[in-house]
């Protein structure tokens, strides 16, 4: 009766993970979504914990278990509740990263029983260790090293990612590194292989060499990768960290892991697949990484080419106030400077002066897709106001003003112009098409993918440099003096 | 050859939902709009943090005196409340500003 009462939560629960998934990915239904997985989960874990039983038998270490997730739905609050705007791709990766290491954990953990099972000493029947696995035993044991690798390498992966996107961890490649990263993952699945048919007591210490080599991989699989490719990354670690999850449900014949676990590997690999064709490159590409290591060599080599103009606040402030239409095309540097609500301000300022104000967002401007709308969501900016790429290269031509306020590769106009770039066939706003251009930026240093910008350096272009904020409050106070 | 097909015969079940969730999970957000890959991202994130059944099984099921297995338990229970409540909360907070505006 209870198990069977078990059986209807985990239904419940895989359902509310799909409609849940759905209802994700509607605006006007995405809150409603979460909250609806949410309820599902819950239903899920507490009646994991209150009728689970196998063989008859109910879990116990109920404190360790209750005191675990009152811990960690603690830390969880805090750290969801605290982490700024601008943060929120680090704080999915940190999350992500932790789902993972829990499935490495219980690997670990699953692993630690079976090779006690082994520790009972067979003296007297030789070579026993060759026969003495049952089949079943191997799906086991295949599913516990899948589970272990995985979920090591996208912990280890999307810790890195972390450093990477709030900037504590450099990129770093040394020569030679795919090739080492390659053979490190065979060398890894290989004994894990070996392991699976041949595990013996003397043998179980390389189960810790595969979960160290993995986190090994992980880490050098994200090192090379540029930081403009880190939302790539973090997707598909996400997808990832699903199958790990997976993983558990094959182990414990878990119907709710088995589908929210494929259900987000699958869905997090089209994502991943979404975002490479928004940059117009393949999965394979950015991974390989020739934007993070080998290009952006290529890029600076050239050096500043021409001479750019500089444009005065009180020149910028006229040029928008008198014009009809202006597109605003916000990037990183929105987001580092916290601009967000000042550009509000700016873009209400300009409507009551009767100049039409909309936003231009590329699909991967700032350090995730959708990055900027949660942004500009956060300042109350109205949802009609954002602009997709498309939609948006349309109205440059018939616009006055554009401003860009810390965006650089996604209107670079090499990608449309120069085969050797390396942003080469990425799709970009063609902010060129406008009566003129101003760019806010802090300096004329290149952008992420590291690559000179000539759009900076044509003659409709000037540059307003300075912090976002500190520049767009003195705009406004400018544009109200007028 | 005859126990490969034994194999899938005994986890028959569970190879449909591999499949069938496999294609429902491109199927579901196959039509996301790109304002809302974060969120999704996040939450997909959060979903897949039903890892941490997997952690209360095996917490629930350790000997009561072996300390190291209680402790892994433990952390992977810790760490899996925090991908689930974090994810949902961070999830929560990105479309609480998605408010329509009339």
Redesign the interface.
Known sequence: MELSLLTVCYLI?SLT??I???M?????S??K???V??VG?TI??FG??FL?E?EGK?????S??F???F???I???L???K?KMTA??E??S???G??G???A??S???F??ISDMFAVPVIDTPGWHTTVIP?SMA?TLITIFLGLIIGAVSFAGSMIAWGKLNGKIKDFAFPGQQIFNLVLLAATLITAGYLVFNLHPNNTFLFYVIAAAALIYGILFVLPIGGADMPVV??LL??F??V???C????????????????????????TI??CK?MNRSLTNVLIGSFGGSASGAGTAKGPQGNYKEISLSDAAVCMCYANKVIIVPGYGLAVAQAQHVCHELEKLLEEKGVNVSYA?H?VAGR????M??LL??A?V??DK?Q?MEQANDEFKTTDVVLILGANDVVNPAAKTDPASPIYGMPILEVEQAKTVIVNKRSMKPGYAGIENELFFQPKTSMLFGDAKAALQKLVAEIKSL | ME?ILN?IQSHID?IY??IL??????E???????????????????????????????????E?GNY???I??????????????????????????????K
């Open positions: 629960g993970f799909i849940g998934l759905k994700l990915s509607h605006p006007d995405a809150r979504g979460n909250l997985a949410a989960m899920a874990i994991t914990i689970y196998e109910k879990l116990g270490n109920y360790w278990i005191g675990g997730l811990l960690g739905t830390i969880g609050v750290a969801a509740k982490v929120m791709p704080m999915v940190l999350f992500n932790m789902g290491a829990c499935a954990l219980i670990v953990n699953e630690g029983h089949l799906g973090i997707s996400n997808s960290t699903g790990a999850a997976a558990g449900g094959f182990l414990y014949d878990n119907q709710v892991m088995l589908t929210g676990g494929i259900l987000v590997g699958a869905a997090g690999t089209l994502l979404l975002m928004a967002i699909p995730m897709p959708g990055h709308n949660v969501a956060e109350d109205s949802y954002l997709e | 126990t194999w569970i939902i591999v969730s496999v294609f429902l999970g491109i579901v957000i196959g039509r996301v709009p790109s304002v809302l890959h974060t969120p999704l991202m996040s939450g997909a994130n959060a979903i897949h943090g039903v890892v941490i059944i997997g952690a209360i099984i095996v917490m629930g099921k350790v009561p190291v297995a209680l892994i338990g433990f952390l992977a229970v810790v760490l899996g409340t925090l991908n689930v409540v974090g994810g949902f909360v961070v999830t929560d907070r990105m479309l609480e500003m998605f408010k329509k505006k």
